[in-house]
C-alpha cells in the first residue's frame, strides 16, 4: 500500500497478551499451541518485540477467548480523537488489507469499530472469530466483496451488510482505494 500506516506500539499488545494470558492461566507454551503459533513467536509479542500479523493476533484472540480490539487496543482518553490515517493499525501478511481500531467495545457491550483499507489483489481469507460474532460492514469508497465463504456479496459506496462472523469469511477490494467500516459484535 502507498500510504503505511503507522504500526501499533508493540507494549500495547505485550501488555494485553499478558494480561489476557493470566486471565485464562494458559502457559505459554499452552497458548501457542492453540493459536497454531510458534512459541518464540509469542514469546517475542510478549516481550513487545516482533511483528504481528493481523492473522496471528486473531488466532491468538480466538486461542484466549476474547475479540480481536482486546489485545491491540490502547489506553484511551476522556475524549478521543482519531485522524485519518492514524490509530492503532494491523496489516495483513497475505493480502493488501489493513485494519485500524477506531473503538474498542466498553464494558458491558460486546462491539469493536474498524476502519479498513484495501487494495485489489489478493483476498483477505478470515478465520472464524469467536462463538457468535456478527460483522457489519458499511462501504465508504471504491468496492468489495465480502462475507461467510460462498455468500460473498459485492458492495458499493454507501452499501451495508451484515453476516455471521464465526464461520470462514472474506473480504476483497475490487477497486483501488477501497475503504469501509466494520462493526464487530460479539454475543
Known amino acids: 500500500m502507498a500510504d503505511t500506516p503507522p504500526r501499533l506500539p508493540l507494549d500495547w499488545i505485550a501488555s494485553s497478551l499478558r494480561r489476557e494470558r493470566a486471565r485464562t ?3 505459554l507454551s499452552e497458548l501457542a499451541k ?7 513467536t509469542l514469546s517475542q ?3 513487545a518485540s516482533g511483528n504481528p500479523s493481523v492473522e496471528t493476533l486473531w488466532a491468538l484472540g480466538v486461542a484466549l477467548g476474547v475479540p480481536f480490539s482486546a489485545l491491540v487496543e490502547p489506553p484511551t482518553p476522556a475524549v478521543q480523537v482519531i485522524r ?11 493480502a493488501e488489507y489493513a485494519a485500524t481500531l477506531l473503538s474498542a467495545s466498553p464494558p458491558g457491550a460486546r462491539r469493536d469499530i474498524y476502519h479498513l483499507r484495501a487494495e ?23 468496492r468489495v466483496k465480502a462475507g461467510p ?3 460473498e456479496v459485492e458492495l458499493a459506496p454507501g452499501d451495508y ?8 469469511h ?3 477490494a475490487l477497486a483501488p482505494g477501497t475503504t469501509f467500516v466494520l462493526v464487530m459484535q460479539h454475543v
Open 120 to 142: 485489489p489483489g489478493a483476498a483477505r481469507e478470515s478465520e472464524p472469530h469467536i462463538p457468535g460474532s456478527v460483522e457489519h460492514l458499511i462501504v465508504s469508497t471504491g
Open 45 to 47: 509479542l510478549e516481550a
Open 25 to 27: 492461566g494458559l502457559s
Open 84 to 94: 485519518a490515517g492514524q490509530g492503532p493499525t494491523v496489516a495483513s501478511e497475505k
Open 161 to 168: 451488510m451484515s453476516y455471521r462472523a464465526d464461520v470462514p
Open 170 to 172: 472474506s473480504y476483497e
Open 34 to 40: 492453540r493459536a497454531g503459533i510458534a512459541k518464540s
Open 149 to 151: 465463504a460462498g455468500e
